[in-house]
Structures are given as C-alpha cells and as structure tokens.
C-alpha cells in the first residue's frame, strides 16, 4: 500500500532480547511507505548489534547512535528528525500487529483527526492478553465537544497517558521542544499535553493493535533510591502541568479538573514514598526527602487547591501535607526491618489510613 509517508520512532534502552521483534513487526507491515528512525539511548547490551544487523538488509531504517539521555529527549530527537507527514512512537521491548499503520492511517485520512489512538494488548507471562475495553467502535471528538468526554479522559484516568498507540500529524506535535524538563518518567503525559493543545480533533479506535510487553516492564522488581528519588521529581513537574493546562485549554468547569490533577500527583507521589521504603534508604534521607516534597512549590500550590475541598473518599486521607508529617512522625516504624518484611508493597499503600 503506497500513501503519504509515515515515521515510526523507536525508542531503545537494552532490549537486545525484544527489539529484534519490536523491528520485525514494523518492517512487516502492510503499509509500506515508512521511515524508521531507532534511537538508541546509551544501550550497554547488544541491542546496538542487533539494530544494525536488521538495518543492513532494510534502507528505511534509520539509526541514531548516543549517549544515555532519557526518554525525553529520545522522543524529541525523533520528531526532529522525522520526514513523515505523520508519526507514531513505539518503545522497543513492544510490537504492532501487521495492519496496525494501515488500519490507523485509513482512520486518520478518512475522518480528518489530527491524532488516532488504537487500544492495545498486553504480553505478560508470555500470554497476550485483552483488557476491557469502554469501546466498542470508532468515536471521533471534535474540539467542541472535548468537554466532557475528552477531558474526563485526559485528568480523570491513566487513559491519555501514553504517546505509544497514538498516530499524529506531525503538525500538532511542533510544542514537544517546549517540555522543561529532561523526563524519564511521566513524559509520554508532558508530550500529550503539548499535542492535544495543537489538535482539534481526536478519534479513539477500538482495534487492539499495539502490544505492550509486560514481561519486560516487570522484569526489573529493584529499583534504586536514585531512580525514584527522579521519578518524584519528574511526577512533581509533570502533574503540575496537567494541573495548570486547564488554563489553556478551553475548559467551562476548570476547578473540578484541576482538583482531580491535584489528586492525583498527591496519589502518585504517595506511591513513590511506598517505593523509597524498599530501596534501604536512610531514617535522615527519608525524612529529608519528604521534607523536599512538602516544601516544593508545586506540590504547595497543589494542596491549597485540596485544603478546603470536599474530596473523594479515595483521595482524603492521602493528601500529601497530612501524609508527610505523619510519615516522619512515624519513620522509626517505617524504617524498621521487621515492619518491612511485615508489609508488601500493597499493603503499605492500602493500610496509609490505619497506620497513622
């Protein structure tokens, strides 16, 4: 099938056991008219190897060999370099069913949107499995009606999140160079935003044709106090600007929106101090730490906003501040080993409420 060229930015960071597929899956598709453009971030495995091994049988890939730089800036330095008229972003430990940019392009150029967005299927336990999808058919959303039933997506649900799945005119994606901040946690969300300012028009698809690979996202159980001291930081600027883009886009009931933002940076952040437990941090970095959340300034502007509302039952007893300071009241508790070996992750975070 010939039509307007498309670019597909691959994302790699040590994936040597998956990319292979992950190209495979692009290179086999039906539409034809691609440009591949693989970023490798700094890979230390022999994803390198392997990428140039497919790449010499195949003249539309294009590899970009770096540093580590984050997900990010990898992101950015695709759209750059991007000729197709469209993108569509994809990480390297996932694949795409063989009509996926087929299917997507003829959804795109026969209702016009400026963005598409397919649902997926997970590979976990080396299974695919189906979520439950709330579609059932295409449903396109004009800039007119984004509100409710965009918005309600966007701030109230884990839905939007992604940029992986979603086929763009490259057009609407100009603002991406405007993120602040170099993310490598949160910033499919911090692109999304810049993007669905530009567009007027979205189509969601009930297809499953993108696969996420949960084998590989769960692969990894230890995670280092560094890491989640960068994902703190990350989820701190990159909820704020969900917060504050009620302001910029043309939303009748900005407060209900902005709480919900709130609500759910304190939820993320509350996750995160779960994981700082497990990482052997010190009783002086803990505190430290939170200390550095409560007095953070976004984080301040995002709990006068919850002060004196009448929040969700979910939400009430995790409001940061309160959280925080019970938190270091307690952290001799918290930091003790036998209450670790006590208390799963789940447990911690399900029990906030009877612990303090």
Known sequence: MKG?????????????????????????????????????????????????????H????????????????SRLEGYKKASGKYIFYIDSDDWIKKDTIEKMYNAIKETKADVVRCQYQKYINNHIVTPKSFLNRNVLMDIEHFEPQFFDLLYKTNYCNTICKQLMKKSVMKDIKNVGEELDYCEDLACNLKIYKNMKSILFM???????????????????????????????????????????????????????????????????????????????????????????????????????????????DIRVYDLTKRVIKNSDLLLNKKFNQLYNYNKLFLNFKKLF
């Open 206 to 316: 009930p297809d499953e044709l993108y696969i996420y690979n949960f084998n590989h996202s769960y692969k990894k159980i230890k995670i280092s106090k560094d890491e989640i001291l960068k994902k703190i930081e990350d989820t701190i600027y990159v909820y704020y600007e969900l917060y504050n883009s009620t302001k910029e886009f043309d939303i009748k009931n900005k407060k209900e929106y902005r709480k919900v933002s709130a609500m759910r940076m304190i939820e993320k952040l509350s996750i995160l101090i779960c994981d700082l437990l497990k990482t052997g941090i010190t009783k002086k970095e803990f505190i430290d730490t939170l200390d550095n959340i409560v007095n953070d300034t976004k984080v301040k502007a995002i709990y006068k906003e919850l002060k004196d509302e009448d929040t969700s039952e979910i939400y009430k």
């Open 4 to 56: 307007e060229l498309i670019s597909i930015i691959v994302l790699v960071y040590n994936t040597e056991q998956y990319v292979n597929k992950c190209l495979k899956s692009i290179l086999n598709q039906t539409y034809s008219n691609l440009e591949v453009i693989v970023i490798n971030d700094g890979s230390t495995d022999r994803s390198s190897k392997k990428i140039n091994a497919i790449a010499s």
């Open 58 to 73: 195949d003249k539309r890939i294009k590899i970009i060999e770096r540093e580590n730089k984050g997900r990010y800036l």
